[in-house]
């Protein structure tokens, strides 16, 4: 990552700036250098870049138009949807080449069908304003992640988002019908199919659900919808360690069958980072227990969810299993449970900069992985604190780690990557995953690139080479061929 | 399809299979003639090809070196599993230059792990073979086809079967968690991970799911497993037409949520034909109403789908949508109820040569494309008779068409001809799909080609030119390239 001032100093990209807004118009390419900077800063605010321009079209053909010009002027193309991403996927690194093809205006839902269960929307609608606009009609979009009031649908599928609704409905290449997408030749790939099933050979987009903008862009979506969970079950529940986090999630699993729609673990410490967020947030159990679950069930129609979830708990808590447990009853009872899971992580933003980290190892093997790698970072770094919490269900944890309070940004910087080390280490022994959901981008591509076997290396390079055989989509993102 | 006659003609085709049995081993590369005709017979029987050979590994390293003999010779593969795919996508075209490679004699379960809610097996091993042992540990492995008892576990993966759990759980592509590939060039694609989530980038395997072999051998999976459904209920319905079947369909999928785990629908013919393939089979229901649905509802636990199907029929008996049922009050009466589904395709066979197709259009449009197609049909062969049935809630139709009994041979095939002809140009105008779940092969090549735009054929054409620079994987399966 460069500085900012790369946009000011390059003679260059202002010439070409001024050739973009004769080809495209001056409508959609931005001019101003300060606009430019917003979409050139990650999410957490770590990293600024810079860009020779920001295209914003209004319609797949202009996205065509955009790529083709970008092609013409020896430039390559970084699409970026609401920009939420973690892992610096949205977010040039050659500012002096790169253009930011932003689909925010590209916003529409084309159409939503209950009969039909499926939903056509454009790739720059931001995903609440989707699942609000579905709900309105009786029906669910299931993606729920903390972003979603920022977040495009574009980017949810060209990340392959996951979030906590995961192990009931997939990650978001599981919601996805058909997609229109714009490859590298400028050229339109339709398929917004509303389909259920269609086995016509190779499924080509697929290829692009988790690419990262780096085959194409993906311009509109089509997806899957259910019928709009009108019964949900929420519940704390604290517990003697993950281990038995674990076989509550197994027992929950078989018990409450394919209704259970979240489950989501915490240690004690969520507590008292989400009321340093939201000191007057009500936490409704006592913070003694070792480990946490937030549970969900849900459903529609004749199923009584409040009914499973009370012979559920009443079962689990006899056997010991639970040691206390609150259920939601009411609405705002249920957002105030969830409020904690998601002030945990403002909390630790508050904390200052912190080692995020989202793994997945085999679920069988979660709550061994999490004590050996929380020890080896107290071990390597005494005074950092371990914070890990996730999708028990996915085997996906995000182990963070948080500088000793007080340290300097450059420490923070040091034990940041230490911290990675160690518990990168750890997992290697584990076989999993440095990205469970959250992708590669240009922040793992050190990481993932270190791991790639030589068969599967070889493979992505053929494939890139035969789907953009120019390098202009999104290079430096995922890998550098 | 040339006939069997061309092995025995062919001189190079023996010498070579001479070759490949000095360079693989006389173990792997089978000698008879005769022999080799049984896995160049396609599973109705229409087609016999031939085969230079027929090689059976034991072992992805002997896969591995059979690919690597064949390129040396200057070979192609038409792999094959259970051989029992519907549309010759496990049959040569060119039996002089191309060997079938049967993954028979790879039918370990590697490991079955109900903790990890995960199984790894090799590719050849049998579908009911696995289901039975996943069921042992208390387990389920959700697909679920006619063809369970031949059919091989790396067939279903390749052809992204389908089946009649769909609607629950997704084609076999939703329930693979990893591959292990043998690749054109003869390297391994390791990738047998039972990792729920990992979003390291592009998902390689996505791409053999459904790609019938023509980019690389799969010779292991690993795939997800849910906890075994212990309680089934099971119904058998009468309505007054398929488009209330589908408002019915609708309405299950609200009222009984995640759970209902089949819907399919038939005509009252059904039970004629089935009777005519098994005259003792009970028909509890009378054969006076348009439509019937056989329904399922499953869960395990604490989940009670008796009384749920008991509620859900008592709601819809009394507002007319369903005018007669009988649910299954033992293991043996839900068998029963499924033997006519399946003996309607016996009855069929029994029948004579007949059109089979395998059609999917968007749900809130099938009662009126069956209708469409139907009329077409009838009107255009007198004589013959439609049969419809299928999976509703994945919008998915087996519109077949019985020639009038006493047709001779030729004008069968002059029907069925015809027959297709006149469904597809209704299906063209519903922009249906010509296959729902059985794949391309060769069989359908042809109707694949011809309804391929430009921008999707020269994206499959880079992609086999990328994986398969040499063609050497199933040539003529999907695309000629």
């Given at each position: 990552?460069?500085?900012?001032?790369?946009?000011?100093?390059?003679?260059?990209?202002?010439?070409?700036?001024?050739?973009?807004?004769?080809?495209?118009?001056?409508?959609?390419?931005?001019?101003?250098?300060?606009?430019?900077?917003?979409?050139?800063?990650?999410?957490?605010?770590?990293?600024?870049?810079?860009?020779?321009?920001?295209?914003?079209?209004?319609?797949?053909?202009?996205?065509?138009?955009?790529?083709?010009?970008?092609?013409?002027?020896?430039?390559?193309?970084?699409?970026?949807?609401?920009?939420?991403?973690?892992?610096?996927?949205?977010?040039?690194?050659?500012?002096?080449?790169?253009?930011?093809?932003?689909?925010?205006?590209?916003?529409?839902?084309?159409?939503?069908?209950?009969?039909?269960?499926?939903?056509?929307?454009?790739?720059?609608?931001?995903?609440?304003?989707?699942?609000?606009?579905?709900?309105?009609?009786?029906?669910?979009?299931?993606?729920?992640?903390?972003?979603?009031?920022?977040?495009?649908?574009?980017?949810?599928?060209?990340?392959?988002?996951?979030?906590?609704?995961?192990?009931?409905?997939?990650?978001?290449?599981?919601?996805?019908?058909?997609?229109?997408?714009?490859?590298?030749?400028?050229?339109?790939?339709?398929?917004?199919?509303?389909?259920?099933?269609?086995?016509?050979?190779?499924?080509?987009?697929?290829?692009?659900?988790?690419?990262?903008?780096?085959?194409?862009?993906?311009?509109?979506?089509?997806?899957?919808?259910?019928?709009?969970?009108?019964?949900?079950?929420?519940?704390?529940?604290?517990?003697?360690?993950?281990?038995?986090?674990?076989?509550?999630?197994?027992?929950?699993?078989?018990?409450?069958?394919?209704?259970?729609?979240?489950?989501?673990?915490?240690?004690?410490?969520?507590?008292?980072?989400?009321?340093?967020?939201?000191?007057?947030?009500?936490?409704?159990?006592?913070?003694?227990?070792?480990?946490?679950?937030?549970?969900?069930?849900?459903?529609?129609?004749?199923?009584?969810?409040?009914?499973?979830?009370?012979?559920?708990?009443?079962?689990?808590?006899?056997?010991?299993?639970?040691?206390?447990?609150?259920?939601?009853?009411?609405?705002?009872?249920?957002?105030?449970?969830?409020?904690?899971?998601?002030?945990?992580?403002?909390?630790?933003?508050?904390?200052?900069?912190?080692?995020?980290?989202?793994i997945?190892?085999?679920?069988?093997?979660?709550?061994?992985?999490?004590?050996?790698?929380?020890?080896?970072?107290?071990?390597?770094?005494?005074?950092?604190?371990?914070?890990?919490?996730?999708?028990?269900?996915?085997?996906?944890?995000?182990?963070?780690?948080?500088?000793?309070?007080?340290?300097?940004?450059?420490?923070?910087?040091?034990?940041?990557?230490?911290?990675?080390?160690?518990?990168n280490?750890?997992l290697?022994?584990?076989?999993?995953s440095i990205s469970?959901?959250?992708?590669?981008?240009?922040?793992k591509?050190?990481d993932f690139?270190?791991r790639?076997?030589?068969?599967?290396?070889?493979?992505?390079?053929?494939?890139?080479?035969?789907?953009?055989?120019?390098?202009?989509?999104?290079?430096?993102?995922?890998?550098?061929?």
């Open positions: 990552m460069t500085s900012a001032g790369t946009i000011e100093d390059a003679k260059g990209p202002a010439e070409q700036r001024l050739a973009l807004r004769q080809m495209l118009g001056e409508d959609i390419v931005l001019s101003e250098t300060e606009e430019l900077l917003r979409f050139c800063r990650d999410w957490h605010g770590d990293v600024t870049s810079g860009t020779v321009a920001v295209i914003r079209p209004r319609s797949t053909q202009q996205v065509a138009a955009a790529v083709k010009a970008c092609r013409e002027l020896g430039l390559s193309i970084v699409p970026q949807g609401g920009n939420t991403g973690l892992v610096l996927g949205a977010i040039p690194d050659a500012p002096e080449r790169q253009v930011v093809l932003s689909l925010s205006r590209m916003n529409r839902i084309r159409k939503i069908d209950p009969a039909d269960f499926s939903a056509v929307v454009e790739s720059g609608c931001i995903l609440s304003e989707l699942k609000d606009a579905i709900a309105k009609m009786g029906m669910f979009f299931p993606l729920a992640l903390g972003a979603q009031g920022s977040c495009q649908i574009g980017g949810n599928v060209s990340t392959n988002a996951g979030g906590v609704n995961v192990l009931r409905y997939g990650m978001t290449r599981e919601l996805v019908l058909g997609l229109e997408v714009v490859l590298p030749d400028g050229s339109i790939l339709e398929g917004l199919s509303t389909l259920r099933k269609d086995n016509r050979g190779i499924d080509l987009k697929q290829l692009f659900i988790g690419a990262e903008g780096t085959l194409g862009i993906i311009t509109a979506v089509s997806v899957k919808l259910t019928p709009y969970p009108d019964h949900v079950a929420t519940a704390l529940l604290g517990l003697a360690s993950l281990e038995d986090a674990i076989k509550l999630y197994r027992r929950a699993r078989r018990d409450c069958c394919d209704l259970m729609s979240a489950f989501e673990f915490m240690p004690p410490l969520a507590f008292t980072l989400a009321q340093e967020a939201m000191p007057d947030l009500p936490i409704p159990i006592s913070a003694e227990y070792p480990a946490y679950v937030l549970m969900e069930i849900s459903g529609s129609g004749l199923v009584d969810v409040d009914d499973l979830m009370q012979r559920f708990l009443e079962g689990v808590m006899e056997e010991g299993l639970v040691l206390d447990g609150t259920i939601a009853a009411s609405q705002t009872q249920a957002r105030n449970l969830w409020l904690i899971r998601e002030g945990m992580n403002e909390g630790q933003a508050k904390r200052g900069t912190h080692m995020r980290t989202d997945s190892v085999p679920l069988s093997q979660l709550a061994s992985f999490v004590e050996e790698a929380e020890k080896a970072v107290s071990e390597a770094l005494p005074g950092a604190v371990s914070v890990s919490y996730g999708h028990v269900g996915d085997g996906n944890v995000h182990l963070n780690v948080l500088p000793p309070a007080g340290s300097t940004p450059e420490e923070r910087i040091q034990l940041i990557y230490r911290a990675k080390t160690v518990v280490e750890v290697d022994r584990y076989t999993g469970a959901e959250h992708g590669i981008g240009r922040l591509r050190p690139d270190a790639l076997p030589a068969t599967r290396r070889k493979l992505l390079t053929a494939l890139k080479h035969a789907v953009d055989p120019e390098m202009i989509m999104n290079p430096g993102c995922q890998l550098r061929f």
